[in-house]
């Protein structure tokens, strides 16, 4: 019989680890997988209204349950605000903010908003839900139109009506028929100059002119930004309740995935357990 001494079974033992840490699956298994990630907030507001904590823990139910998604990436929610570790967002494919904007937006702080950029540099989408695209009338450091597309300066007007929304042949769209509900909606902002397509519009009044008759405007667009990345806005869902409408799931899912970079077929991604999003 043959006897190996102590020092040689030691020697054979870390050369065996090493083979295994080179098979080329094992290297893909500690890859970290790319992320998609939510971000809510604080907020002052009366329960069910800007309710950005039980939001994002709503939309990432819905992500969970949608095999398309989970089959790519991880999903890393963050209801109660921005992540205190900026790595937290270094994976992410795509990023989708629902929280207070004006004096509340988190970008406001400088190291995060240079971080941010960074990202937006990288490629990596963006998605927003209502107020997180309105910055305060002068703040043009946070660069949103080159980001996502479109941003609201200060609280120039708003809305709340039943609102007849159409949606447009944009991929985000896929899936969604028109449908109507009652929410606060933005009329007015500012866009980029190119890159920027409708996702969904609707008819709306100014409430700060309610003689003047209303006009079609965009409640939700799509971004591809000239430099690499796309974006998706939705000036909706100031109600939480908002996340129950079923052409409103189908279209956040869709717009995550886009902003990821994954194709949207000609019926929309497939949604699955509805319920768990409840």
Known sequence: MRHFM????????AAFTALMLLAPGTLAARQPARTIVLIGGATPHNPGVHESRNGVRR????????PAITSKFAIR????????????????????????GLEHHPLRDPVRRAHFA???????GLVTLHQASTLLPDDRAIDLAGWLG?????MIDRTVETVALTPTRHPVARGVRAFAYRDEFYPT??????GVT??????????????????????????????????VGMTGVHYLVALDRPELQ???VNAVAWTAGLPVPRGGIVLANREKVR
Do not use: C, N
């Not at 960074?118 to 990596?124: P, Q, S």
């Not at 479109?150 to 200060?154: K, L, S, W």
């Open 6 to 13: 102590p020092g040689l079974r030691i020697a054979a033992a």
């Open 118 to 124: 960074t990202l937006m540099k990288r490629g990596v």
């Open 189 to 194: 902002l500012h866009y980029a100059p190119r």
């Open 77 to 100: 929610a963050y209801p109660d605000g921005w992540p205190a570790d900026a790595a937290a967002l270094d994976g992410a494919a795509t990023i989708l903010w629902y929280f207070d």
């Open 150 to 154: 479109g941003v609201r300066y200060g």
């Open 59 to 66: 939309i990432a139910a819905l992500l969970e349950a949608t």
């Open 198 to 231: 409708p996702v969904l519009t609707g008819m709306l009044h100014l409430e700060a002119a309610p003689q003047l008759p209303s006009t079609r405007r965009t409640i939700a667009w799509a971004f591809d930004r000239p430099g690499g990345g796309r974006g």
């Open 250 to 252: 189908q279209m956040l």
